[in-house]
């Protein structure tokens, strides 16, 4: 079955940088896209866009994390990263890993990623 996997997350201050990892497994990696979701405390129905990678490598991102956040992805390991650089506090919240197999959603379970001094 699909699995996703998080890690990565932590405690950073403004400014900082972490690098999330998103283990897959369960389905052919390489043909599908994968996002990241984030969703900020106090908004447990709400997950936002943050970036996706599509299965030729073409990226998107949310205005938010343009210029300072890079999503990439190892097909050959079956995994998908996100690099977050000049963090802010308004980037806390809990990061997803998101991919969609035959009209289906897939999550992870997520992982707390805190700025804060």
């Known amino acids: 079955q699909v699995q996703l996997v998080e890690s990565g997350g932590g405690l950073v201050q403004p400014g900082g940088s972490l690098k999330l990892s998103c283990a897959a497994s369960g389905f052919t990696f390489e043909d599908y896209a994968l996002s990241w979701y984030r969703q900020a405390p106090g908004k447990e129905r709400e997950r936002e866009f943050v970036?996706?990678?599509?299965?030729?490598?073409?990226?998107d991102y949310a205005d938010s994390a343009k210029g300072r956040f890079t999503i990439s992805r190892d097909n050959a390991k079956n995994m998908a990263y996100l690099q977050m650089n000049s963090l802010k506090p308004d980037d806390t919240g809990v990061y997803y890993c998101h991919t969609e197999v035959h009209a289906r959603e897939y999550w992870g379970q997520g992982t707390q990623v805190t700025v804060s001094s």
């Open positions: 970036a996706r990678i599509i299965f030729t490598g073409l990226t």
